[in-house]
Structure formats: C-alpha cells, structure tokens
C-alpha cells in the first residue's frame, strides 16, 4: 500500500500565499512523474500541475501559470505546491499523485488523472474573498 500524506492546506484570505507539501516514497521521484490535481465542490478534478525528470520539466494548467510553482526535494521525499496570489476560485481540496509514467510522448498525458496510479487524501484549501 503506496501512502502519499499531504500538508499545508487551510484558510487564506484573497492574494495570500500557501505552500502545500506531500510526501512520496523517495524511489518514486525516479520512477514516476508526480503531480497535483484539485477537485471544487461540484466539479470533476482538475489537473494543476505534474512534474516529471527534472525542475525544468514541469507542466502547469492554464489557471494556475504564474501564479503556482510545483518542487520537489529528493532528500527530503517530498513535492511542494507554491501557491501565491490566491483566488477564491482556487478553492477546492488539493491532491497530490504520482505513478505516471516518465516515458510518455502524448502532450495530454501528464494532465490526465487516469495516469496516476496512486493518491494522497487531499487537503482542503479556502480562499476568502
């Protein structure tokens, strides 16, 4: 059983800042890409962002570019989620992933959840207007 424990999740008032942390079972950050999704209430998970080989291989929604930086720190088996300037929008429970493959070509592959084969708990993020 792969657990993933996330941190780092709360309450924070519009343009405020949070970092989110998970912790990976350190052989996975050579062996999968790792990522982010997010899920609002009532609405499907969302993709955020996925890091894969390197700190310059990474990818990023739409939504969140500029605004979130995903890290990792091997030592520490550990992947963060910066998030600055936060919008109320970005309200949702945050989940980390990892099991994706490091050796897909598809330009989709990384921001699909079906890639993902193994999930953190989530944490819940509020941004107050």
């Known amino acids: 059983q792969v657990q993933l424990l996330e941190s780092g999740g709360g309450l924070v008032q519009a343009g405020g800042s949070l970092r989110l942390s998970c912790e990976i079972p350190?052989?996975?950050?050579?062996?999968?890409?790792v990522g982010w999704f997010r899920q609002a209430p009532g609405k499907e998970r969302a993709f955020v962002a996925a890091i894969k080989s390197s700190e310059s291989d990474t990818y990023y929604s739409d939504f969140v570019k500029g605004r979130f930086s995903i890290s990792r720190d091997i030592a520490k088996n550990t992947m963060y989620l910066q998030m600055n300037d936060l919008k109320p929008k970005d309200t949702a429970v945050y989940y980390c992933?990892?099991?994706?493959?490091?050796?897909?070509?598809?330009?989709?592959?990384?921001?699909?959840?079906?890639?993902?084969?193994?999930w953190g708990q989530g944490t819940q993020v509020i941004v107050s207007s």
């Open positions: 992933a990892t099991g994706a493959s490091l050796k897909s070509v598809r330009t989709d592959y990384y921001y699909m959840s079906r890639s993902y084969s193994f």
């Open positions: 350190g052989r996975f950050f050579s062996i999968y890409a």
